[in-house]
């Protein structure tokens, strides 16, 4: 299709600065909008256009935009800063694009984090279709915040007639970026892994940064959907944990069975102050085996680059967390 019109929201961030990258080369315009300009002089085209502002505070906001692809959101904090940076955030560019002449087309960044683990089995697959948490209020406030971001963006899309795509983006890695909440906990050089099998749902940063244009050229021509964003190659546990020890790291691996580490959640209920991996719905969804199916991804004509290993190899070259 045609050259389209993007503004990019988080663009300074870590899958924000691939995914201007990318609409660039794929010849597209970009506007950015960045809290700290002189991030990113150094690495974009002259071509692309910046808005430097905090989305709370957005009061310029381009008349021409065919699609606005909103990637800003807090990684971490507390819920009061899930709703400061992401839910208020979002209500702001949302009021934004709706004060337009004519309102641009949506593409929102979210997350698999959304998905419920207490209402799955072990082995199923997750898809677009599977069911979403019902007891966020047991979850991080990241995930509440997911949650929340999405319902707004798709009950403002559906009240004014906006296309809106919706990108679960899996754990994302790459070069500076490796690790991620489904292995278990990190104790200087040593793992503690939590259960051995099950698929980690992984991104690679530039297969997320492919997945947030195309969704942009769809959402330009007016379709919205669902979409999860994982890499067709999914490590399990002890591949995953296997190619990080290439990398130096862990020195040390123990494992505890999945069941053991339930059991000691189930009876640690009444700890309010108890870590997340001691609640059973967090638990579940970060560690339960489970596979999951980008058919709906590749169906958009994205294409993975490497295998796991490759990528991996790659990020682990590139200096890594």
Known sequence: MGALKLLITGASGYVGRHTVSYAVAAGHEVTAVVRDRTVTLQTWPDSVKFITSDLNSLTVFPQ?????????ASMEGDDAAQQRDTVEATKALLSACLSAQKPPALVLASSMSVYSG???????????DSPLDDRADQRDAYCRGKIAQEMLCATVAADSGL????????????PGQVWNAHIGIGLGPVLLRIGNSGEIPLCHVRHAAQALILAAEQVGQGVSGVVNVVDSDLPDRNRFIAALKRGGWPRLTFSIPLRMFEIAARCLERWKGRPGLLRVP??????MPKRYSNRRLQDMGWQPEADFEALMQEALEGGHD
Do not use: S, T
């Open 64 to 72: 021409d935009v065919d699609v606005v692809l909103h990637l800003a």
């Open 118 to 128: 207490m209402r799955l089995d072990e082995g199923d697959v997750i898809n677009e």
């Open 163 to 174: 296309p809106l795509q919706i990108l679960r983006i899996g754990a994302i890695y790459g």
């Open 282 to 287: 967090v638990l579940r969804a970060r560690m």
